[in-house]
């Protein structure tokens, strides 16, 4: 049945993608999208939440865009090379790029982006540019990076919410986060920043002097901001917006969504980022500490029901710490899918007495509330005694970074790759009161960090598979979290708007390719 | 005794009170023989509509739990939050407003203003705010609902004890010797007692609703299933599954009209002149 619902799929998306070459785009036309939350700013290079990559990822762009095998694909660089010790990798930019207010983008913009700018605003990449000595531009049109020693993800980071194209003439030298050019983003994208209406709309106007010729192709973007989720399901169905990106309804209106007349979805455009969702088990402190009561909690629990339920079943289950959809997922890693008998052996050899855990939800609304009621009754079913806690954003996020809870819900991106996006939840330099977002369960294990460490600055994917495929055993066979699902978040669109999703990262960079079928 | 319950008998609508308010006494009391397993059991497929499947009447909610479970376990909680909250309201109330009525003067001024401030801000928002503060457990929940409950009954209790406390039988026992207290305890509450009761009956009903848009809120307990809680999980799904919401809201509906159905009887039959007047 599984293999039947692939294949289907799979030639679904085969008849798709051939219908889309035989037809000719047409130019012109105003999409509307749904944008959720309000982005708290367009200046990528500050903010990288979800919202604002989201419209942002249309007004800049980086070196490199992903397809959905995560494969670079030309974007601001038209071609780059590796070389032989996986040392120096050398980038050719396009010709005829020019920013959004006429002037030219150089190599000196991206030795500025990277070096400069990035490096002391943006968090995520400063942890991969520590393997970087150099940037240097030997030419108007060429980056060479020299490399510390080989890292295995570098060709990964070239993403536009990663590593976007900032304007050095625009920011050199001035106070980043106070420059007032920030409330007028200046790109290299295909699109144009033109107004916010604050609480109402963001509106975005083709770039007549975009270097690919005849693209894009729709004239502007309307990114409209709808507060309840209610009303943006109601928004969609009455046609006032044709574009739902991922996550932006609840789960349970998706099914009445995609059944009306001339509505498309896909599950696709989230390759890059592998939402994976899991508890956090406190081993800190507390009966989680307990291996083998971890192991009973890990198999009590139902996943493959939640998904059909709770995600009308969208999601994979997930076997492990490397989501499939990110690179070296290992998949014969030790089994801990449902069997409420080997939950009770496991039980039976722990310490467990019958304490009640306390489980945190994830306050993002229905679905998280309902998972957790539906992974309580899982626990007492095999003899397991839990409560869940309320909280909200803040109290999750406070609970959480101190360690406060036995079971915490969580989801977390991949970004592509172990290193960028897994290793951080595991590796035990990363345990650190306060943030909900490192190494939060406490999971302490030399042989993993070294591990990770190690595949991290392999030169050869072979090696690193290698590596990562040994690392993902043994952590697997720990369970530090209890590995829920592979979310999915389907991007729901009128059927006329063609190929929304085309990259990794779906709408955040897809409008680019995007067109209306409309006269 | 007797001549009490004749005449609460001579109502109609309270009598027809009674006998729903006793079936859900009796569905509470009932519910942990006739639906051994927890009411947060996963027992059939999700959204199983009512009367399709033997054993399961009223059908599955969204996880697939047993509706019909939940209705009955429900009854237990709804009933206890309505009848702790108003003992606890009552308890806070009671001495506040006697107080308040017997003494008079500064005592009585300071205890109003007090009342007042708690009576000046929207009970429901206060209890909101109040859940938001603490963690809501089932015994926070109850604390909420007194704390925004009790004014009415302290002034309630004050207007009676002031119409009371000049009486001649308060003046003799004043006379006598006894102290304040035993006055007031022996002597002017037990004759304030008859709107009290009527009262008391109706703010069971009134502690049921809230907690019911408390839960449908999302600020109950999540650990209990409550009526409020059903028809607020169901919420979302009221395009689909309506019955999931439609089920929990009787029985909401019939419990608090059966309260106040009994609320009439008990005024009829403890103000029996006031009866003859209106009727």
């Given at each position: 049945?599984?293999?039947?619902?692939?294949?289907?799929?799979?030639?679904?998306?085969?008849?798709?993608?051939?219908?889309?070459?035989?037809?000719?785009?047409?130019?012109?036309?105003?999409?509307?999208?749904?944008?959720?939350?309000?982005?708290?700013?367009?200046?990528?290079?500050?903010?990288?939440?979800?919202?604002?990559?989201?419209?942002?990822?249309?007004?800049?762009?980086?070196?490199?865009?992903?397809?959905?095998?995560?494969?670079?694909?030309?974007?601001?660089?038209?071609?780059?090379?590796?070389?032989?010790?996986?040392?120096?990798?050398?980038?050719?930019?396009?010709?005829?790029?020019?920013?959004?207010?006429?002037?030219?983008?150089?190599?000196?913009?991206?030795?500025?982006?990277?070096?400069?700018?990035?490096?002391?605003?943006?968090?995520?990449?400063?942890?991969?540019?520590?393997?970087?000595?150099?940037?240097?531009?030997?030419?108007?049109?060429?980056?060479?990076?020299?490399?510390?020693?080989?890292?295995?993800?570098?060709?990964?980071?070239?993403?536009?919410?990663?590593?976007?194209?900032?304007?050095?003439?625009?920011?050199?030298?001035?106070?980043?986060?106070?420059?007032?050019?920030?409330?007028?983003?200046?790109?290299?994208?295909?699109?144009?920043?033109?107004?916010?209406?604050?609480?109402?709309?963001?509106?975005?106007?083709?770039?007549?002097?975009?270097?690919?010729?005849?693209?894009?192709?729709?004239?502007?973007?309307?990114?409209?901001?709808?507060?309840?989720a209610a009303s943006r399901s109601v928004a969609f169905e009455?046609?006032?917006?044709?574009?739902l990106?991922?996550?932006?309804v609840e789960?349970?209106d998706i099914?009445r969504l995609?059944?009306?007349?001339?509505?498309?979805?896909?599950?696709?455009?989230?390759?890059?980022?592998?939402?994976?969702?899991?508890?956090?088990?406190?081993?800190?402190?507390?009966?989680?500490?307990?291996?083998?009561?971890?192991?009973?909690?890990?198999?009590?629990?139902?996943?493959?029901?939640?998904?059909?339920?709770?995600?009308?079943?969208?999601?994979?289950?997930?076997?492990?710490?490397?989501?499939?959809?990110?690179?070296?997922?290992?998949?014969?890693?030790?089994?801990?899918?449902?069997?409420?008998?080997?939950?009770?052996?496991?039980?039976?050899?722990?310490?467990?007495?019958?304490?009640?855990?306390?489980?945190?939800?994830?306050?993002?609304?229905?679905?998280?509330?309902?998972?957790?009621?539906?992974?309580?009754?899982?626990?007492?079913?095999?003899?397991?005694?839990?409560?869940?806690?309320?909280?909200?954003?803040?109290?999750?996020?406070?609970?959480?970074?101190?360690?406060?809870?036995?079971?915490?819900?969580?989801?977390?991106?991949?970004?592509?790759?172990?290193?960028?996006?897994?290793?951080?939840?595991?590796?035990?330099?990363?345990?650190?009161?306060?943030?909900?977002?490192?190494?939060?369960?406490?999971?302490?294990?030399?042989?993993?960090?070294?591990?990770?460490?190690?595949?991290?600055?392999?030169?050869?994917?072979?090696?690193?598979?290698?590596?990562?495929?040994?690392?993902?055993?043994?952590?697997?066979?720990?369970?530090?979290?209890?590995?829920?699902?592979?979310?999915?978040?389907?991007?729901?669109?009128?059927?006329?708007?063609?190929?929304?999703?085309?990259?990794?990262?779906?709408?955040?960079?897809?409008?680019?390719?995007?067109?209306?079928?409309?006269? | 005794?007797?001549?009490?319950?004749?005449?609460?008998?001579?109502?109609?609508?309270?009598?027809?009170?009674?006998?729903?308010?006793?079936?859900?006494?009796?569905?509470?009391?009932?519910?942990?023989?006739?639906?051994?397993?927890?009411?947060?059991?996963?027992?059939?497929?999700?959204?199983?509509?009512?009367?399709?499947?033997?054993?399961?009447?009223?059908?599955?909610?969204?996880?697939?739990?047993?509706?019909?479970?939940?209705?009955?376990?429900?009854?237990?909680?709804?009933?206890?939050?309505?009848?702790?909250?108003?003992?606890?309201?009552?308890?806070?109330?009671?001495?506040?407003?006697?107080?308040?009525?017997?003494?008079?003067?500064?005592?009585?001024?300071?205890?109003?203003?007090?009342?007042?401030?708690?009576?000046?801000?929207?009970?429901?928002?206060?209890?909101?705010?109040?859940?938001?503060?603490?963690?809501?457990?089932?015994?926070?929940?109850?604390?909420?609902?007194?704390?925004?409950?009790?004014?009415?009954?302290?002034?309630?209790?004050?207007?009676?004890?002031?119409?009371?406390?000049?009486?001649?039988?308060?003046?003799?026992?004043?006379?006598?010797?006894?102290?304040?207290?035993?006055?007031?305890?022996?002597?002017?509450?037990?004759?304030?007692?008859?709107?009290?009761?009527?009262?008391?009956?109706?703010?069971?009903?009134?502690?049921?609703?809230?907690?019911?848009?408390?839960?449908?809120?999302?600020?109950?307990?999540?650990?209990?299933?409550?009526?409020?809680?059903?028809?607020?999980?169901?919420?979302?799904?009221?395009?689909?599954?309506?019955?999931?919401?439609?089920?929990?809201?009787?029985?909401?509906?019939?419990?608090?009209?059966?309260?106040?159905?009994?609320?009439?009887?008990?005024?009829?039959?403890?103000?029996?002149?006031?009866?003859?007047?209106?009727?």
């Open positions: 049945m599984k293999t039947f619902q692939y294949l289907t799929t799979a030639a679904a998306i085969a008849i798709a993608s051939s219908l889309a070459a035989q037809e000719t785009p047409k130019s012109g036309g105003t999409l509307n999208a749904v944008i959720q939350p309000e982005p708290p700013g367009l200046m990528l290079g500050l903010i990288q939440n979800g919202p604002t990559q989201m419209v942002a990822g249309q007004i800049y762009e980086s070196l490199l865009r992903y397809d959905k095998n995560l494969d670079p694909m030309p974007s601001l660089a038209k071609e780059w090379t590796k070389s032989e010790d996986g040392l120096t990798y050398t980038f050719t930019l396009q010709d005829d790029v020019v920013w959004h207010d006429g002037a030219p983008f150089t190599s000196a913009d991206v030795v500025f982006s990277v070096d400069v700018f990035l490096r002391e605003t943006h968090a995520r990449l400063r942890a991969s540019l520590v393997h970087v000595e150099s940037i240097e531009a030997p030419d108007d049109k060429t980056v060479v990076f020299t490399l510390k020693q080989p890292f295995g993800p570098f060709l990964g980071i070239f993403e536009a919410g990663t590593m976007p194209m900032i304007p050095k003439h625009i920011y050199e030298g001035t106070d980043y986060a106070n420059n007032p050019a920030n409330n007028t983003p200046i790109g290299t994208g295909p699109f144009k920043f033109e107004q916010w209406e604050r609480g109402s709309y963001i509106h975005l106007v083709k770039n007549e002097d975009y270097y690919m010729e005849g693209k894009p192709y729709l004239d502007e973007i309307y990114y409209q901001v709808i507060p309840d009455t046609g006032q917006v044709d574009l990106p991922g996550g932006s789960n349970f099914p995609t059944a009306m007349d001339n509505v498309c979805f896909t599950n696709d455009g989230w390759e890059f980022f592998g939402p994976h969702s899991w508890m956090w088990m406190n081993m800190h402190e507390g009966p989680m500490m307990d291996k083998n009561l971890r192991k009973a909690v890990m198999h009590a629990m139902d996943r493959e029901f939640a998904r059909d339920a709770l995600w009308n079943g969208n999601g994979t289950v997930a076997k492990g710490p490397v989501s499939s959809v990110t690179r070296f997922h290992e998949p014969n890693t030790p089994d801990i899918s449902f069997d409420p008998e080997k939950a009770r052996e496991y039980l039976a050899q722990s310490d467990y007495d019958g304490e009640t855990l306390q489980i945190l939800p994830l306050p993002y609304g229905e679905t998280w509330q309902r998972w957790a009621e539906a992974v309580r009754q899982n626990l007492s079913e095999v003899g397991i005694n839990s409560e869940l806690v309320a909280t909200d954003v803040a109290g999750w996020n406070q609970r959480t970074g101190d360690w406060d809870f036995d079971l915490a819900f969580t989801y977390l991106y991949q970004y592509g790759d172990p290193a960028l996006g897994v290793a951080r939840t595991y590796v035990s330099s990363n345990i650190a009161k306060g943030s909900p977002w490192n190494n939060v369960s406490g999971y302490v294990n030399d042989e993993v960090d070294s591990l990770f460490a190690e595949a991290a600055v392999q030169a050869s994917d072979e090696a690193r598979q290698e590596l990562y495929t040994e690392v993902q055993n043994i952590v697997v066979d720990d369970v530090p979290v209890a590995w829920m699902l592979e979310l999915q978040f389907p991007t729901i669109y009128r059927c006329d708007l063609k190929n929304p999703v085309s990259t990794a990262i779906g709408v955040n960079d897809g409008m680019r390719d995007a067109w209306l079928d409309r006269e | 005794m007797r001549a009490f319950w004749s005449r609460f008998r001579q109502n109609r609508g309270a009598v027809i009170g009674l006998i729903i308010l006793a079936i859900v006494i009796i569905c509470a009391i009932a519910a942990p023989f006739l639906f051994p397993r927890s009411p947060w059991s996963m027992v059939q497929r999700p959204f199983l509509p009512p009367f399709e499947m033997d054993g399961l009447p009223l059908g599955t909610d969204a996880l697939g739990r047993d509706v019909l479970s939940g209705l009955f376990h429900g009854a237990r909680v709804s009933l206890l939050v309505g009848l702790v909250s108003t003992v606890v309201a009552l308890a806070i109330g009671i001495p506040i407003g006697a107080l308040a009525g017997y003494y008079g003067g500064l005592v009585d001024d300071a205890l109003m203003r007090f009342t007042e401030f708690f009576q000046t801000i929207p009970s429901f928002a206060l209890a909101i705010v109040l859940l938001a503060i603490f963690q809501p457990t089932l015994a926070y929940v109850i604390l909420a609902i007194a704390i925004v409950s009790w004014p009415p009954v302290a002034r309630l209790v004050r207007g009676e004890v002031l119409s009371l406390r000049n009486r001649e039988f308060v003046e003799a026992a004043t006379l006598s010797g006894q102290s304040n207290l035993r006055i007031i305890l022996r002597q002017v509450l037990p004759n304030a007692l008859p709107p009290i009761i009527v009262l008391a009956s109706l703010m069971v009903a009134t502690a049921i609703l809230l907690e019911s848009s408390l839960s449908f809120l999302g600020l109950g307990d999540p650990n209990v299933m409550s009526w409020g809680y059903m028809i607020g999980a169901a919420r979302t799904v009221l395009r689909t599954a309506w019955w999931l919401s439609f089920i929990p809201g009787i029985a909401i509906l019939l419990t608090v009209l059966a309260l106040n159905l009994i609320g009439e009887g008990l005024n009829d039959a403890l103000n029996p002149r006031l009866r003859k007047r209106t009727s």
